[in-house]
């Protein structure tokens, strides 16, 4: 198990560096674009997209999710960004970024930007992008990432000043790359309401890698190479690129399997992966993902849990890591998933900085589950069994195999007949509105906002975190406001592990499985591997045929 | 509930009525008239109850950000879009907005709801046209033949066939098709309403009609309508089967019914020939009452369309809708419904003045 | 219902007051032999609800046994002789467990429908006036929404999402009884209509008796004889509404019962991958019970029906006249 995680980490590592080679290589070997690129490209040139994920809003301010970031990343400029193979960020449309004081992190543009619209892109877009953020505080916006931000000044027109609530932010830098990050045209979009997808597209506020040049709404997007883009990018491997949109992945599968779409992105089902993996047409590319599936305990109404008529801390935390002793995470992501999820031993997941494996060591045996080490622990604890579970998992939010996958976990814990669980699944809006009050113990799922260690932390084990599941260690919440200040990365990195090895004896959760980034591409694409890096951001401009 | 309404709706059910109501006992201009007006009732309360109910379902920011806010910034983000007013102040609120006209934009992706209400609607309406025409092509020259063969073998099976094309679910027939024509055979596209490139260049017309094959044909580009009409060709099926079932039954039965009346048997015994009584005597009359049925079937169309759109990915009225339930947008699903609701009116509204004019009984 | 039927014709034989005893006595050639199919299948429906806690080799959530884990999609064949699912499950165990509760939710959800139906039908066909006219526009817009999606709605209504065995066969069961009772009201309310004028009412009238005494005693009997006709076509509708409502992920959680549409659509990565036993049984499981649901109500209608009956014998004589 070791080696196969490992593997696909050094496997990432590798292609990438390679992949980098190679489009530095292609770049300059296209021909310049002499005529200003309105001619239709040439036969092959143009790579389409299939994908299941949806546009809320093209609009930064008015939408929170995957679907709509992954358009907003090929047309809209950022301030820092990261190369494709690397989750570093890096200077964008930003000369400089840094901190010049604790609280002001200044960022230098730079200079004769423009949109491809031709109005200049300054300073002043800069600012009204983050105000505005802050003002439209859209439901469906991502405005809760600025938490940090105190106001945005813009001195002159290539420098802007981000004024913070506190000093050092070591996730700042991310937060810029993140979808609260997008840099839009102050000349079009209001600064007090969401705009609307069809006024994006006539007023041509791009200035990115593509502009669109068609655009119908979650069914098929076209982009056009933009000539003006000058950052850390660089020019697209292609000359223009399609999304299509899919609402079943069944679809998808079929398309790209069939050859009328060239790559498939999010997300296809184990099954359809697999099978697609013997399929000489077509070649499956994975690489290490971010989003992490866990249980979470709540530790008011879990057994021996705190609001309970028997409640225990001690018996509690028992029942916790019994459970985790029992887990055989290999056999759910090889037999569920057809690994194309790999087993998740920490909190932070495999391939971010300071991530440690301290619920490999802790628990179970070589990774693997034990029934001995479970009886134990609970014996130890006066625990009496079998401890009756209800556990809670959601079969529309986290993909159809959440099903299987519980139902393995059920099998798994009751194994011993140390658990007796009573497995339940509520639709998804009545399961968030019951999640804190009402399960003891619960799937979720996270995928980061930015790739930085500190997103699996802070939103979780902090005080007054977003599972409100009452998990309260004061020492824990100390390390991780330490971590998030700590300029020196050695140090930091010594924090992150610390406070993984100290929640995994808590067990406030009991991560499961880490996603892997699966895309399937014709034979003949190529470029794939190098966008399925740890910013989890998959970028157009690398593909070429 | 398709084949029940033939079974309901035949002609000769209520033998004698003449007593119904002898004082409402109106003319047709007054029952038209009041016919036309229970429309607005159908309507309402079609708005209200989806209102409501979709109040208790839940609402679209937590089915949106649910697994990623603390319960207090949920609420804080449920409290600025004004979800925690008393439903009944919303409600209220709402009925203004849809009198002056307003069906607000939705919330799942921020788009005018007509603009929704033209696009797909336009998508389902080819599709529904699609599938009806491939019904009657299918359930007429069936159903006539059945009654012509009563009883034979050709009769029974052509019910069986009937009755398959009902009893089978249409996710599991278009499973069957993609597979057999788009996979194996490798005839048809599987899903979408056009290939790439077809899209690309209706979706840039001007003023499109949203109906791919009058675009394509419209633009003179030969190429894009054969590939809009390869994309059609499953879908319509599929919901065609379901309802040629239907329509094989009505016309068997009703042609059985008018083929034993006696201007029939006169006919016959002038010597008419069989292939004349059947297609003239015995049809002509049948047609009223199916084209009644027929009438409400548009109604079992646009739910039918619903998995159909969902297993081909056709872009129509019914895919949305499903799409908007599951983020719980509101606004979305109301103005679908509220369309929706006022098709169906219509079309009963029509069916049952025509049904009027054949059966003066069934005034009131 | 079985008042109902023994209502009618107190004297007749046994043997002919029984539904479809009587409609087999009827039928005959073709049109017996289709009910007799349909009967066959609809026998085999039942039989595999009641036994399948006898023939499923496994129960409907197993993955496990005394030998280790069950492999996930296996071929057919074996100690898994139609195969196992993605998760594991087995796929013959799981079809026998799923006509149980097809056959729970039908049941179910018919008899609620009747009841409610039959009930509103009678007193909106029979007092007419307002609530006549306020209940018809009522049906008419309930009907005029696109079932499925009506199950969908109130099935989140109802079970608040939650998946239990009972919770979820009640929510399934109920969204379908809230799609079907605009029909049976609409059949019941133009029979009520009907009878209203017919002789026997205006008799029971001058007899003196009691508004309801009239309604539940003289028309409630001659109403409802097409009942056990509505009964079988609504039942194969309710099954198709149980699947698509599964199929469409709002049935049934798996591990609390087994169910059809569930697992057609947990196949449909199956299919495409040439993994056709998932996907297959449970889908030809539907068809077939529809079929011989539809079989039978169909012949049931053609047998009850003069004009459909009738006419068939007379057209032999004729044609053996003309032969």
Redesign the interface.
């Known amino acids: 198990m070791t080696r196969k995680k490992n593997g696909l980490r050094l496997a990432a590592a590798v292609v990438g560096i390679s992949a980098l080679a190679l489009t530095a290589c292609t770049s300059p070997a296209e021909t310049p674009n002499a005529s200003g690129g309105s001619d239709a490209p040439a036969a092959g040139s143009t790579i389409?997209v299939g994908t299941t994920d949806?546009?809320?809003?093209l609009?930064p301010a008015?939408s929170?999710?995957n679907g709509s970031f992954m358009v907003m990343n090929q047309i809209y400029p950022f301030l820092l960004n990261s190369k494709p193979g690397s989750a570093e960020p890096e200077n964008d449309m930003a000369e400089s970024a840094e901190f010049t004081t604790p609280t002001d992190y200044t960022v230098k543009l730079k200079a004769g930007l423009k949109w491809a619209n031709g109005t200049d892109l300054d300073s002043k877009d800069v600012k009204a992008s983050f105000d505005r953020q802050v003002k439209i505080?859209d439901?469906?916006g991502p405005s809760?990432l600025l938490g940090n931000l105190e106001s945005v000044e813009a001195p002159d027109a290539t420098t802007v000043v981000f004024k913070l609530k506190s000093g050092n932010d070591q996730t700042w830098p991310q937060v810029l790359t993140s979808p609260v990050g997008p840099i839009v045209d102050d000349e079009l979009f209001p600064a007090d309401k969401?705009l609307?997808?069809d006024a994006i597209i006539a007023g041509k506020p791009f200035a990115g890698q593509y502009t669109i040049e068609?655009?119908?709404?979650?069914?098929?997007i076209?982009f056009k190479t933009f000539d003006g883009y000058q950052g850390l990018l660089g020019k697209p491997a292609n000359a223009a690129s399609?999304i299509?949109y899919?609402?079943?992945s069944n679809?998808l599968k079929?398309?790209v399997q069939?050859g009328?779409?060239d790559v498939a992105w999010r997300s296809l089902s184990p099954t359809d992966v697999e099978d697609l993996s013997k399929d000489s047409k077509v070649k499956v590319h994975k690489g290490a993902g971010g989003e992490l599936r866990y249980i979470v305990f709540n530790f008011n109404i879990m057994p021996h849990g705190v609001k309970t008529e028997d409640a225990d801390p001690k018996k509690s935390q028992a029942v916790r890591q019994a459970a985790a002793n029992l887990l055989d995470r290999q056999a759910i992501a090889t037999k569920v998933y057809k690994d194309t999820y790999i087993p998740a031993y920490s909190f932070v997941p495999a391939g971010f900085t300071g991530a440690i494996e301290p619920l490999k060591e802790m628990y179970g045996e070589n990774g693997g589950p034990s029934e001995a080490k479970a009886k134990a622990v609970l014996e130890a604890a006066g625990v009496s069994t079998p401890v009756e579970l209800k556990l809670q998992y959601n079969p529309?939010?986290y993909g159809p195999s959440s099903g299987d996958e519980y139902a393995m976990v059920k099998s798994q814990l009751e194994a011993g007949g140390l658990f007796k669980v009573d497995l339940q699944s509520t639709e998804?809006?009545?399961?968030?509105?019951s999640r804190?009050t009402d399960y003891p113990a619960y799937q979720?799922?996270?995928f980061p906002d930015y790739s930085d260690a500190d997103n699996f932390l802070t939103?979780f084990f902090a005080k007054?975190?977003?599972l409100?599941n009452g998990y309260d260690n004061a020492e824990v919440d100390k390390l991780i406001n330490e971590q998030r200040v700590e300029t020196d990365r050695a140090k930091r990195t010594a924090l992150i592990e610390e406070i993984q090895t100290k929640v995994a004896g808590d067990l406030s959760t009991l991560p499961i499985l880490q996603g892997a980034q699966v895309a399937v591409a014709g034979a003949d694409v190529t470029g794939v591997e190098t966008t399925l890096d740890a910013s989890f951001k998959f970028r157009l401009g690398v593909l070429a045929k | 509930?398709a084949?029940?309404t033939d079974?309901?709706e035949?002609p000769?059910?209520?033998?004698?009525?003449?007593?119904?109501?002898p004082k409402a006992g109106g003319s047709f201009a007054r029952y038209l008239v009041t016919r036309f007006l229970?429309i607005f009732?159908?309507?309402f309360?079609?708005v209200t109850?989806?209102f409501f109910?979709?109040r208790?379902?839940?609402?679209?920011?937590?089915?949106?950000?649910?697994?990623?806010?603390?319960?207090?910034?949920?609420a804080e983000?449920?409290a600025?879009?004004g979800y925690d007013r008393p439903v009944i102040v919303q409600y209220f609120e709402y009925l203004g907005q849809i009198f002056t006209g307003n069906f607000g934009?939705t919330?799942?992706?921020?788009?005018?709801v007509t603009e929704v209400l033209t696009t797909y609607g336009a998508a389902t309406a080819e599709l529904a046209f699609n599938s009806l025409v491939i019904a009657l092509l299918i359930g007429i020259p069936f159903g006539l033949m059945a009654a012509k063969l009563?009883?034979?073998?050709p009769?029974?099976i052509l019910?069986?066939f009937a009755?398959?094309c009902?009893?089978?679910?249409v996710?599991?027939a278009g499973?069957l098709l993609?597979?057999i024509f788009?996979?194996w055979l490798?005839w048809l596209?599987?899903?979408?309403r056009a290939?790439?490139n077809a899209?690309?260049e209706l979706?840039?017309l001007q003023n499109p009609t949203g109906i791919y094959l009058l675009d394509a044909l419209r633009s003179g580009n030969m190429e894009a309508a054969s590939d809009v009409i390869q994309h059609a060709i499953l879908p319509a099926v599929a919901l065609g089967l379901l309802t040629a079932g239907v329509f094989l039954?009505l016309v068997r039965?009703n042609v059985?019914?008018t083929?034993?009346r006696d201007y029939v048997e006169a006919g016959r015994s002038r010597g008419v020939s069989e292939y004349r009584l059947l297609t003239k005597h015995a049809y002509r009359p049948a047609l009223i009452p199916i084209i009644t049925v027929m009438g409400l079937q548009i109604?079992l169309l646009?739910?039918g369309a619903?998995?159909t759109e969902?297993?081909?990915?056709w872009?129509g009225l019914?895919?949305m809708?499903?799409?908007y339930?599951?983020a719980?947008d509101f606004v979305a699903v109301q103005g679908i419904?509220v369309l929706?609701?006022v098709i169906?009116?219509v079309t009963?509204f029509i069916v049952d003045i025509i049904a009027a004019l054949i059966d003066p009984r069934v005034r009131f | 219902m079985s008042t109902t039927t023994t209502s009618i014709g107190a004297k007749k034989p046994l043997a002919d007051r029984l539904p479809i005893i009587s409609h087999l006595r009827m039928s005959a050639?073709?049109?017996r032999?289709?009910l007799v199919a349909g009967l066959v299948l609809s026998l085999i429906f039942i039989l595999a609800a009641a036994l399948a806690p006898l023939i499923a080799p496994f129960d409907f959530a197993q993955i496990t046994d005394a030998e280790g884990d069950f492999p996930t999609q296996a071929a057919p064949g074996g100690k898994f002789i139609w195969g196992t699912t993605v998760g594991g499950f087995d796929v013959f165990s799981r079809t026998l467990w799923g006509a149980q509760t097809a056959l729970l939710v039908i049941v179910m959800a018919v008899v609620c429908s009747i009841f409610l139906g039959v009930f509103l039908g009678l007193v909106s066909g029979y007092i007419?006036g307002w609530l006549d006219r306020v209940l018809v526009?009522?049906a008419?817009?309930?009907?005029?929404?696109?079932?499925?999606?009506l199950a969908?709605?109130?099935s989140?209504?109802i079970s608040q999402g939650q998946s239990s065995l009972w919770g979820g066969i009640m929510a399934a069961a109920i969204s379908i009884t809230v799609?079907?009772i605009p029909?049976y009201f609409?059949?019941i309310r133009?029979e009520t209509?009907?009878l209203k004028?017919e002789p026997f009412v205006e008799s029971a009238k001058v007899v003196g008796a009691s508004t309801w005494r009239i309604m539940f005693k003289h028309v409630f009997r001659n109403a409802t004889r097409t009942l056990p006709?509505?009964f079988t076509?609504?039942a194969?509708?309710a099954l198709?509404t149980l699947?698509?409502l599964g199929?469409?992920g709002f049935g049934i959680e798996p591990t609390k019962a087994a169910e059809w549409?569930y697992d057609?659509?947990r196949a449909?990565s199956d299919?495409?991958s040439g993994i056709w036993w998932t996907?297959v049984f449970p889908?030809v499981a539907?068809?077939?019970t529809?079929?011989g649901l539809?079989?039978v109500?169909?012949s049931m209608?053609d047998l009850g029906?003069p004009?459909?009956r009738m006419?068939?014998k007379?057209?032999r004589t004729s044609g053996k006249g003309a032969a």
Do not use: C
């Open positions: 389409t949806k546009v809320t809003s609009d008015g929170y999710d505080a439901p469906n809760s969401v609307a997808d068609s655009y119908a709404k979650n069914s098929l076209s399609n299509k899919y609402a079943d679809n079929l398309d069939q009328n779409i529309d939010h998804w809006v009545t399961y968030q509105k804190v979720l799922g996270w939103p007054d975190n977003f409100g | 509930m084949i029940m079974t309901v035949e000769s059910a209520p033998p004698a009525l003449k007593a119904t109501a229970l009732p159908t309507i309360i079609l109850l989806v109910l979709m208790v379902t839940g609402d679209p920011i937590t089915a949106a950000l649910g697994g990623r806010l603390t319960p207090d910034q949920l983000r449920i600025a879009a934009r919330i799942s992706d921020n788009r005018a009563r009883d034979r073998w009769d029974a019910r069986v009755i398959l009902y009893a089978t679910p996710f599991f499973l993609k597979l788009g996979v490798g596209p599987i899903a979408g290939g790439i899209e690309l979706t840039s039954r039965t059985i019914g083929l034993g109604a646009l739910g619903v998995l969902t297993t081909f990915e872009k019914g895919f809708l499903a799409q339930l599951t719980r419904v929706l609701a169906v009116a009963n | 050639g073709l049109q032999g289709m007419g526009v009522v008419d817009a309930i009907y005029a929404f696109p079932s499925l999606l969908i709605v109130m989140i209504v799609v079907f029909q609409r059949v133009a209509v009907r004028a006709l509505i076509l609504n194969s509708e198709l699947a698509g199929f469409l549409g057609l659509n449909l299919a495409t996907g889908g539907i068809v077939l529809v079929l539809t079989l109500g169909e209608n029906d004009r459909l006419r068939r007379k057209k």
